[in-house]
Structure formats: C-alpha cells, structure tokens
C-alpha cells in the first residue's frame, strides 16, 4: 500500500518568512496530492492540491510543487502569518483505486510574531 | 461550495450506551464518504470507506460491529458507535468525495468529540 512520510514535524518560523514541509509517497499510481490545514479541535480543510499531470499550482501566498520522478511534493507558504499557525498534513491517493487517502504524519507551524 | 458538516459537534456518554454521528455533504452529491478518527497530536487514521447503498469497507482491526456504518443517500452517512468505552473516546472525522477529474477531492467535516465516561 501507499507509504507518505512528511517533515519536518514541527517548523517554527517568523512572521514574514517562507515555510516548506516536503513530502514522499511509494506508490508510482498515486495522481493527487492535497495538502490540508487543520487548526486544534477542527476538522482539516483543503488548502490547495496537485494532481499528478501538473508540476506546480499556485494560490496566493500558498503553491504546491510535484516531482513525480523522485515521488516527491512540496508545500510552500510565503510571507507567513500568525493565522498560518497549525497542523499541515499532505496527502496521496489514487483515484483509479478507490480514492482512499493516505497521510502524511503532519507538521506543526507555529509562525512567530 | 463543498461544505460537509457533522452532528453533534461533541458528546458525552456513559460506557455501554451507544452513539450516533450524522455526516452530511450539503451542497455536492458525495461520490464516497470515509471515516476517520484522530488521537491528540496525531494523523488521521482511516476506519472505514461508505458509499451510498452498499456495505461499508472496514480497514484492519476496525470492528465492523462496533462501528456501524449506514449510507442513506449520496448526502448522508452515519457513524454509530456502539456499546460505548472509554477508549472509545476520541476525534471523529467524515469526508465526502466530490468527483472531480481521475481522482476525487475530499472535503473533511469539523469533526465530532465524543467522550465517554
């Protein structure tokens, strides 16, 4: 089955700075990546998501990378902001075998004013 | 769009009674809905995948007679928890599968917080 493995699992960074948690899957048939904040006693919410026919996405602030060679895929935040603050989780699956995801173990960020 | 919502938000119940968690998607027909539960300051752990009409696929070492799963229609699936304990306790979390190209997006509700004492 898919494997993801996510870091760092924690990242402290100042308010204005750049964030970047990476991701690895195992599975060569996973085709979508979302990534998903969720902030303590929350359910997660879809910040942004990849599928595997495009390299890179972009929402403001926010832009999601993929390498589908190396079965790798990247979150980065830009200009940090305290509300940036919480648990990220990336995500694989394969629509093609159900849609199940599989998680990554998070990454808490707390971003510093 | 593609909001999902839970009921109730929290709960609290004495051990051996039983539990119902309502999951609704309420703007989109869900392709699949999954469950899933949290422990604190972990990932989501999958339990079971539901899709309208048929019976729930359970993951390993889910007991499928003690979480009871019923999908209604292509808005609706519920979670019962039954003979309730302790370690039951825990975060509950539905998505609902909204299709879109090859694979679906998945949109989490807020989640249920079930204590039992």
């Known amino acids: 089955g898919e494997n993801v493995e996510q870091h760092p699992s924690t990242l402290s960074v100042q308010e204005g700075d750049s964030a970047v948690i990476k991701c690895t899957y195992s599975?060569?048939?996973?085709?979508?990546f979302p990534w998903y904040k969720q902030e303590l006693g929350k359910g997660p919410q879809l910040i942004i998501d990849?599928?595997?026919?495009?390299g890179e996405k972009k929402d403001q602030r926010i832009a999601v990378t993929l390498n589908k060679t190396a079965k790798h895929f990247s979150l980065h935040i830009t200009e940090t902001q305290p509300e940036d603050s919480a648990v990220y989780f990336c995500?694989?699956?394969?629509?093609?075998?159900?849609?199940?995801?599989?998680f990554g173990g998070g990454t808490r960020v707390l971003v510093k004013p | 769009g593609a909001v999902v919502s839970q009921h109730p938000s929290w709960v609290i119940c004495k051990s051996g009674t039983s539990v119902k968690i309502e999951c609704r998607s309420l703007?989109?027909?869900?392709?699949?809905m999954f469950w899933y539960r949290q422990f604190p300051k972990q990932s989501l752990m999958l339990m079971a995948t539901?899709?309208?009409?048929?019976?729930?696929?359970?993951e390993q070492g889910v007991e499928k007679d003690k979480f009871l799963i019923n999908h209604a229609s292509l808005t609706l699936s519920t979670l019962t928890v039954t003979s309730a304990h302790p370690e039951d306790s825990s975060f509950y979390i539905c998505?609902?599968?909204?299709?879109?190209?090859?694979?679906?997006?998945?949109?989490f509700g807020p989640g249920t917080r079930l204590t039992v004492l």
């Open positions: 998505s609902a599968g909204q299709a879109q190209g090859a694979a679906d997006t998945q949109y």
């Open positions: 995500a694989a699956s394969n629509g093609a075998a159900g849609n199940k995801l599989t």
């Open positions: 599975d060569s048939a996973s085709n979508y």
């Open positions: 539901s899709n309208e009409g048929s019976k729930a696929t359970y």
């Open positions: 990849i599928r595997s026919n495009v």
């Open positions: 703007d989109f027909q869900a392709t699949t």
